[in-house]
């Protein structure tokens, strides 16, 4: 099978490219400066001219608080784009999946959401990919749309956000003995290689159209998910948690939005505990460096 990725220079993009050849499949990946996701001329060629027979779509606005400021951006690459690429693939018989977030949810719930939980996004970044969700399975409705949730990876992390929130954690430890991290949100961080080889245990599955939920094991807040990580990887600092009320000035976020993996699971697709995968993470950093 041959598959195209978009957003390839991305955390997960990346990850997908890298490993799709010891799946057995023939990739070919896209990056921002090779399709601009937003115009259906520029989506089209890139379709003619890659012919795939799966197209996985990591592109997205992602940065929570610019979504604010820039709606109107937001709503094109999130959801505008995600109908373009879901109705050019569905009439070329072409397999689509792309990606969703657990900012869909409210995060009052108080235990982990499942995939058919009520949507409730509380700023624009959810509610543009929430939108992007439904026109996917609209003019998809083979189509998945695969939700994560704290996705981190990648040597440099994402390039829009200057990083991830690991890398951030690493590098405030190198000059401050304290660390103040929010611990009022409950999320299940996870590694970007795990959400990639776990889409590809999903696909090879053939499963039906709809929502999945892909995130890591377990739950904790990013105060703890802080902790852990100075601790793996040595360092000194200490972790101090806040409560920021799941506010960043006006912007809301939601405080509990872990997701669990309910559909996935049943098909036999079980993605590992997020100590696991950051201890992965960060044993793959320091041998690169």
Same mark, same amino acid.
């Given at each position: 099978?041959?598959?195209?990725?978009?957003?390839?220079?991305?955390?997960?993009?990346?990850?997908?490219?890298?490993?799709?050849?010891?799946?057995?499949?023939?990739?070919?990946?896209?990056?921002?400066?090779?399709?601009?996701?937003?115009?259906?001329?520029?989506?089209?060629?890139?379709?003619?001219?890659?012919?795939?027979?799966?197209?996985?779509?990591?592109?997205?606005?992602?940065?929570?608080?610019?979504?604010?400021?820039?709606?109107?951006?937001?709503?094109?690459?999130?959801?505008?784009?995600?109908?373009?690429?879901?109705?050019?693939?569905?009439?070329?018989?072409?397999?689509?999946?792309?990606?969703?977030?657990?900012?869909?949810?409210?995060?009052?719930?108080?235990?982990?959401?499942?995939?058919?939980?009520?949507?409730?996004?509380?700023?624009?970044?959810?509610?543009?990919?929430?939108?992007?969700?439904?026109?996917?399975?609209?003019?998809?409705?083979?189509?998945?749309?695969?939700?994560?949730?704290?996705?981190?990876?990648?040597?440099?992390?994402?390039?829009?956000?200057?990083?991830?929130?690991?890398?951030?954690?690493?590098?405030?430890?190198?000059?401050?003995?304290?660390?103040?991290?929010?611990?009022?949100?409950?999320?299940?961080?996870?590694?970007?290689?795990?959400?990639?080889?776990?889409?590809?245990?999903?696909?090879?599955?053939?499963?039906?159209?709809?929502?999945?939920?892909?995130?890591?094991?377990?739950?904790?807040?990013?105060?703890?998910?802080?902790?852990?990580?100075?601790?793996?990887?040595?360092?000194? *600092? &200490?972790? @101090?948690? !806040?409560?920021?009320?799941?506010?960043?000035?006006? /912007?809301? +976020?939601? =405080?509990?939005?872990?997701?669990?993996?309910?559909? *996935? &699971?049943? @098909?036999? !697709?079980?993605?590992?505990?997020?100590?696991?995968? /950051?201890? +992965?993470? =960060?044993?793959?950093?320091?041998?690169?460096?």
């Amino acid at each position: 099978m041959k598959i195209l990725v978009l957003g390839k220079t991305g955390q997960l993009g990346s990850e997908l490219v890298a490993q799709a050849p010891g799946r057995g499949f023939e990739v070919a990946g896209l990056g921002s400066d090779e399709i601009d996701v937003t115009t259906p001329a520029s989506c089209e060629a890139a379709l003619d001219a890659t012919r795939p027979e799966l197209v996985i779509n990591t592109t997205a606005y992602h940065v929570v608080p610019d979504c604010d400021r820039f709606p109107g951006r937001a709503l094109a690459v999130n959801a505008a784009a995600v109908q373009v690429l879901a109705q050019l693939c569905h009439g070329r018989g072409i397999g689509f999946a792309t990606y969703s977030t657990d900012y869909v949810f409210d995060g009052l719930k108080g235990q982990p959401y499942l995939e058919d939980d009520r949507a409730n996004p509380l700023q624009t970044y959810g509610v543009s990919k929430y939108a992007g969700e439904m026109l996917s399975l609209l003019f998809h409705p083979r189509g998945l749309v695969i939700r994560s949730c704290g996705v981190y990876g990648g040597s440099a992390g994402s390039r829009s956000r200057k990083g991830n929130f690991v890398l951030s954690i690493l590098a405030a430890s190198e000059t401050k003995a304290e660390i103040e991290v929010s611990h009022e949100q409950i999320v299940n961080p996870t590694y970007a290689g795990d959400l990639a080889k776990a889409t590809f245990d999903l696909v090879a599955r053939k499963p039906e159209g709809g929502i999945y939920h892909l995130a890591a094991d377990g739950y904790c807040s990013w105060a703890e998910f802080a902790a852990a990580i100075v601790s793996a990887a040595g360092r000194p *600092a &200490r972790i @101090l948690p !806040v409560d920021h009320g799941g506010r960043s000035g006006s /912007l809301r +976020r939601p =405080l509990f939005s872990a997701l669990g993996n309910e559909k *996935a &699971r049943d @098909l036999g !697709v079980v993605l590992p505990h997020w100590r696991d995968g /950051l201890q +992965r993470y =960060l044993t793959g950093l320091f041998t690169s460096r």
